[in-house]
């Protein structure tokens, strides 16, 4: 089974704080995606990386940051943690480009005070 | 626990009855669909996926159906159980620009009661 495992389940960070959220996938998988959810606004796509050192923007980049160095993992960086990121923030990977489900982490729970 | 999503539509169902969930998908493009069961305090779990020259493909007691005329996508769980409640999400697949993009629906919440 696919394990995409993501660092921390819950964060309190402040305002203006510099975030990483850390994400890594055991399965070889080429592509690694990072969405946020809340409630009423379902999942929505922050960035997206179809290989290492590559990265596109999704629907809702402004204010984050990625980094791929390895194929494995997948930061998610919040530069100035603002209380508008509070949020559940999921990281998925997924073996092909097309037609290819994605596998979920957990999740983590970041609260920005 | 966590909140995945305070005001959605909730279906609830005896345990040992069919579910049926349904969800409406937006572009006539679309050539792949997934569905997703998310748990309190996990993140989603894919469950079965279905290419668009397909109408119905069947899993272990789930079945979905596919409805290109209408945009329609539903998921049907037989004999439905108790680990069966959660958020259940559709997902549509956009190729747009190369790239391959998952369209999520806001989902649906599953009760089985006893």
């Known amino acids: 089974d696919v394990k995409v495992t993501q660092s921390s389940r819950y964060l309190v960070k402040r305002t203006g704080e510099k975030v990483f959220l850390e994400c890594v996938q055991d399965?070889?998988?080429?592509?690694m995606f990072w969405y946020r959810q809340d409630p009423g606004l379902g999942l929505r796509l922050i960035y997206f990386?179809?290989?290492?050192?590559?990265?596109e923007k999704g629907d809702i980049p402004e204010g984050y940051s990625v980094s791929r160095e390895k194929k494995e993992r997948f930061s998610l960086i919040l530069e100035s943690a603002s209380t508008n990121q509070t949020s559940m923030y999921l990281c998925a990977s997924s073996l092909n480009r097309f037609n290819s489900p994605l596998h979920f982490g957990n999740g983590t729970r970041l609260t920005v005070t | 626990g966590e909140s995945v999503g305070l005001h959605l539509p909730t279906l609830s169902v005896q345990e040992g009855d069919n579910s049926i969930i349904n969800c409406a998908y937006s572009n006539s493009a679309s050539d792949y669909f997934i569905w997703y069961k998310q748990e309190s305090g996990k993140g989603p779990q894919f469950i079965i996926d279905i290419r668009s020259n397909m109408d119905k493909r069947q899993g272990q007691r789930v079945t979905v159906l596919l409805n290109k005329t209408v945009k329609h996508l539903s998921l049907q769980i037989a004999a439905t159980q108790p680990g069966d409640s959660a958020v259940y999400f559709c997902?549509?697949?956009?190729?747009?620009?190369?790239?391959?993009?998952?369209?999520f629906g806001a989902g649906t919440r599953l009760a089985v009661h006893p």
């Open positions: 997902a549509e697949n956009w190729a747009s620009g190369g790239y391959n993009k998952l369209i």
């Open positions: 990386s179809y290989d290492v050192k590559m990265k």
């Open positions: 399965m070889d998988h080429e592509n």
